[in-house]
């Protein structure tokens, strides 16, 4: 014997939404999917998008949408592949005078710092050396963001450009953006949400165009190469949404949220 379905007409209507979102939905066709009485969901509909914190929307005269919620998001980003948006290197030079010596090479140098700036895949590389022996790399991705690969390959790129003069394993991965495109989802009434969750840790949401909206993590991590390396290729290979990430904003967080 089955057991009667004890859910109201409203958690039915809600939970349909949801499931279908951010598609939307007219009255006709929740009635049909569901089995309900047409004129029962209109009620209902109404009456939800009544209340002071509805769950549902109307954008469109006669159809209906859930809100933009971070379940939603959730479910709409599993399966999008993660990609680098951004990233900085630090790597130590051997000898100090042979960083003094590329930092004085430099066609633009300032307060004994020699400026490069290189290009690699499409991709605009900068490479900061200092005369005390630190190098930092900067590559800005955000316009052709970069997967695990192309990132191993900009680091076997980077070691033959410094072969001989900063040790592999001083190279540190000091920060990192991380992002994916979801073409599913739109921002309703903000144009970008921000998130901060630790101090070196922030979040945020953007249209990145009419129909993509983008979601981005900037992190600064301090990492040995190698194990940035291991993280990465988990990150942008896999995505861990898909199997249930363990990294969940606890309800303090919701302060730190801020429109613009």
Not at 93 to 99: D, F, H, P, S, V
Not at 156 to 172: E, N, P, V, Y
Not at 223 to 246: H, M
Request: proline share 3%; charged share 25%; with cysteine.
């Amino acid at each position: 014997m089955t057991s009667p379905d004890r859910r109201t007409l409203e958690q039915k209507v809600e939970e349909y939404l949801y499931r279908t979102a951010p598609e939307e939905s007219n009255s006709k066709e929740i009635s049909y999917v569901l089995k309900l009485n047409c004129a029962s969901v209109r009620k209902v509909l109404s009456r939800m998008l009544a209340k002071k914190e509805s769950v549902i929307q109307c954008l469109h005269r006669g159809f209906y949408s859930h809100r933009t919620t971070a379940e939603v998001v959730r479910k709409l980003v599993v399966g999008q592949r993660i990609e680098l948006h951004g990233f900085k290197l630090e790597g130590q030079c051997r000898n100090l005078n042979t960083a003094l010596s590329f930092a004085t090479a430099a066609q633009k140098t300032y307060r004994k710092r020699g400026y490069y700036k290189e290009t690699f895949k499409g991709r605009d590389v900068s490479i900061t050396v200092h005369s005390m022996g630190l190098v930092e790399v900067f590559c800005s991705t955000s316009t052709v963001p970069m997967n695990y690969f192309d990132f191993r390959d900009l680091i076997s790129w980077l070691k033959g450009m410094f072969a001989g003069t900063i040790l592999d394993q001083d190279w540190m991965l000091s920060q990192v953006g991380l992002n994916l495109d979801s073409r599913q989802l739109i921002l309703d009434d903000v144009k970008s949400i921000k998130l901060k969750v630790f101090e070196d840790a922030w979040f945020q949401m953007y249209q990145k165009a009419q129909d993509v909206l983008r979601i981005e993590a900037h992190l600064s991590p301090k990492l040995p190469l190698d194990v940035a390396l291991s993280i990465l290729r988990t990150l942008t290979e896999t995505n861990p949404l898909g199997g249930g990430s363990p990294y969940q904003a606890s309800s303090t967080d919701a302060s730190d949220i801020s429109y613009r």
